[in-house]
């Protein structure tokens, strides 16, 4: 089957641009997640959604990220403004969830942001 | 959610069995534990999940002592290939019964040396 995927998988901006990633989940996963990946660290979870709602985005930098998945398939996340520390690899992945405590999560490549 | 600790990093040979320990004091009784690996510049894939007792796939098996505050990852005759990260994560359903959360810790840095 078909993997997730994100696009674009490298991306470099100035500081104070905004920029967007695109996720692509594997058809029927109703749970999709954004995470961040600094250098050297864990994946930082930034939002969770079930279907077209909001699970969990307490770790979402409100004041500048935002994320939306529409029609519970497709979804998009946005920096704006960007700042240096956001450089990071952006991570989408995306699971079955029908209710079963077993979900593996399948994730993405990754998006590479760069931010100077 | 439970908080995880694993070694930072280990070093192995090939051929040998390398066994990873992580450790959850605080799991909760719902609480799964999920074990993932990550390679450079790819995200992060599962490998194994488990409950209680032993569980076996085709690429490791989980063991996990009877108060469940421990589990080990055991990986047999590792090979340079399986040089990379590997996450312990601990978590059940998340608020209202939405889906599980994933969270990730720092890891352990697994090297196999010729």
């Known amino acids: 089957e078909a993997g997730v995927a994100q696009s674009p998988r490298y991306k470099i901006i100035e500081k104070r641009q905004s920029v967007a990633f695109w996720c692509n989940p594997i058809?029927?996963?109703?749970?999709l997640y954004w995470y961040q990946q600094i250098l050297g660290q864990g994946p930082k979870l930034l939002i969770q959604f079930q279907n077209n709602g909001v699970v969990d985005d307490s770790q979402l930098p409100k004041d500048r990220f935002s994320a939306e998945r529409l029609k519970g398939v497709d979804s998009t996340l946005k920096i704006q403004p960007a700042k240096l520390e956001d450089s990071a690899v952006y991570l989408c992945?995306?699971?079955?969830?029908?209710?079963?405590?077993?979900?593996?999560?399948?994730f993405g490549q990754g998006t590479r942001l760069t931010v100077v | 959610l439970a908080k995880t600790t694993q070694p930072i990093s280990m070093d192995s040979y090939e051929g040998q069995e390398v066994n990873i320990t992580c450790s959850h004091n605080?799991?909760?009784?719902?609480?799964?534990i999920t074990w993932y690996q990550q390679f450079p510049s790819q995200g992060p894939r599962f490998i194994i999940q488990g409950y209680k007792t032993k569980v076996t796939n085709e690429v490791a098996s989980l063991f996990i002592p009877a108060d469940r505050k421990s589990s080990t990852l055991s990986l047999p005759r590792v090979s340079l290939s399986d040089t990379a990260v590997y996450y312990c994560?601990?978590?059940?359903?998340?608020?209202?019964?939405?889906?599980?959360?994933?969270?990730f810790g720092s890891g352990t840095q697994l090297t196999v040396l010729p």
């Open positions: 992945a995306s699971s079955l969830d029908h209710g079963g405590l077993n979900t593996e999560a399948f």
């Open positions: 058809s029927g996963h109703a749970t």
């Open positions: 994560l601990v978590g059940s359903r998340g608020a209202s019964g939405s889906a599980r959360q994933l969270t």
């Open positions: 605080n799991i909760a009784t719902n609480d799964y």
